[in-house]
């Protein structure tokens, strides 16, 4: 099983970044597919999940109307675009799988966003 993000790095307030998560060795469209980040000194955090059809997404307070989680299940791959993005935005950015049905879940190894002028 591997889950491997990918498209951090630097950008400046108000600019852009789409986030990829692309998974293999398990049955893709049968999990639920969430971004979490976690910024230096504190927790990790939920930011987005998106349902196994993609029918039903949330968001954390802070990032609704400015990110956007998708997937494309045929490309086993989950997105975030991030748009507007704030400094306080900076985190290292993690997808998590989770089954259905059956416990277990599984993580990538994360991908630096660094929001700055």
């Known amino acids: 099983v591997q889950l491997v993000e990918s498209g951090g790095g630097l950008v400046q307030p108000g600019g852009s970044l789409r986030l990829s998560c692309a998974g293999s060795?398990?049955?893709?469209?049968?999990?639920?597919m969430s971004w979490y980040r976690q910024a230096p000194g504190k927790e990790r955090e939920l930011v987005a999940a998106i349902t196994t059809n993609g029918g039903t997404t949330n968001y954390e307070d802070s990032v609704k109307g400015r990110f956007s989680i998708s997937r494309d299940n045929a490309k086993n791959t989950v997105y975030l675009q991030m748009n507007s993005l704030k400094p306080e935005d900076t985190a290292v950015y993690y997808c998590k799988a989770r089954h259905l049905l059956r416990p277990g879940e599984y993580w990538g190894q994360g991908t630096q966003v660094t929001v700055s002028s």
């Open positions: 060795g398990f049955t893709f469209r049968s999990y639920i």
